[in-house]
């Protein structure tokens, strides 16, 4: 589940002490694997402290997708029409799938259940707003991540990128401070658009700036990511007398949230950067990787059968049940495309895969 297909990456500049690495990365398969089992544990039912550890998941996931489209969107730069050429790919790439899916599992589930929702209900689950079904939020990050690819290529890894992402970010926080669109009838149109687009954005920029960075700079940013949330925990835990896990900056996502992901999500990418490519290279990693964001949307379809069928509610036997069946689900789907494709040779499909 990413803004870009890993296909679409030919060069990658890993940082400046390492060297070029033609072709497919595969540590970032494998870490889009991570971050893909770490959002599906969250539906699952888990403990407390196993939800605070995957709680780095979707920022991880979305500076995977932004390290990928620093490279993807160099093809469209090119031309005239290049930011409204690469919005249209990205549309097509995150939006059609999501409606498409979701018209599926309305239908499976009126069909199953005999009742429906209120019109609401369905209109917030295809505008990918957490007030509908919930799980499709995640593909709104991406969309709007993807959105400010064009925006980024421009000021790049500057100090006047950094000195607006930085600000644009302070008046975030002061903005949720003084609960600013969080009352009243436009509430969940403002936490859908400004309130995911600014500390997204800030993710975002970090992704898209990876590989431009120097080894000292990544260490400054992990540094400092790690000393703020440790910082966080310490004042939250003298604040209530107890840990609080992260969630509770997470809707919308503050700095406490957004600290611990951005530490763990470097300290993942220094670490797997620099080993061996054969440490990665799998197959089955790769499948998930290049298919993740249909395995997720599959899952939540899994899900509701699972519950539907009152199967046993212990978390990791549903993790391993959801995650098989769903990546199982998607390979199929893939085999019977293929041979409709060798057939037909219909465009369309490319967007069914992955």
């Known amino acids: ?26 540590y970032i398969d494998f870490l889009k694997c991570i971050g893909l089992t770490c959002i599906i544990i969250a539906h699952v039912g888990s403990p407390s402290w196993v939800m605070m550890l995957r709680s780095f998941d979707v920022p991880l996931m979305v500076i995977l997708s932004s390290i990928l489209a620093n490279r993807s969107y160099s093809k469209y730069s090119s031309s005239k029409t290049s930011v409204i050429n690469y919005y249209t790919s990205r549309i097509k790439r995150l939006v059609i799938p999501t409606w498409i899916f979701l018209t599926f599992y309305f239908v499976f589930k009126y069909i199953v259940t005999g ?22 939020w995640v593909i709104l990050i991406y969309l709007y991540s993807a959105m400010l690819i064009p925006l980024f290529a421009k000021f790049k890894l500057s100090i006047k990128g950094v000195v607006i992402v930085v600000i644009s970010y302070v ?87 957004l600290s611990y992901g951005i530490a763990c999500s470097f300290a993942l990418l220094m670490i797997c950067e620099r080993k061996n490519r054969a440490l990665f290279e799998n197959k089955i990693v790769r499948f998930i990787s290049s298919h993740s964001m249909w395995i997720y949307l599959w ?53 069914l895969r992955g």
Not at 5 to 21: A, F, G, P, Y
Not at 115 to 136: A, E, N
Request: hydrophobic share 45%; glycine share 6%.
């Open 1 to 26: 589940m990413s803004i870009v297909n890993h296909e679409d990456v030919n060069t990658i500049n890993i940082s400046n002490t390492i060297k070029q690495t033609k072709g497919r990365l595969y």
């Open 115 to 136: 009742s429906g929702s209120s019109v609401k209900y369905y209109l917030d689950s295809f505008l990918l707003t957490r007030y509908g079904i919930g799980y499709v």
């Open 171 to 257: 008046i975030y926080e002061i903005a949720y401070h003084y609960g600013l669109g969080l009352n009243g009838g436009m509430v969940h149109f403002v936490d859908s658009t400004f309130y995911y687009i600014i500390p997204y954005g800030l993710i975002t920029y970090l992704g898209y700036n990876y590989n431009k960075m120097t080894a000292k700079a990544k260490y400054v940013i992990l540094l400092t990511s790690s000393i703020a949330f440790i910082s966080l925990a310490i004042y939250y835990w003298a604040d209530t007398g107890t840990f609080q896990l992260v969630q509770i900056a997470k809707y919308p996502p503050r700095l406490y949230y």
């Open 299 to 351: 899952h939540i379809f899994v899900l509701t059968v699972y519950e539907i069928l009152k199967l046993p509610e212990i978390w990791f036997i549903k993790l391993i049940v959801v995650y098989i069946i769903s990546s199982v689900i998607v390979l199929i789907i893939n085999i019977l495309l293929d041979c409709l494709e060798r057939r037909h040779h219909l465009s369309c499909i490319k967007y």
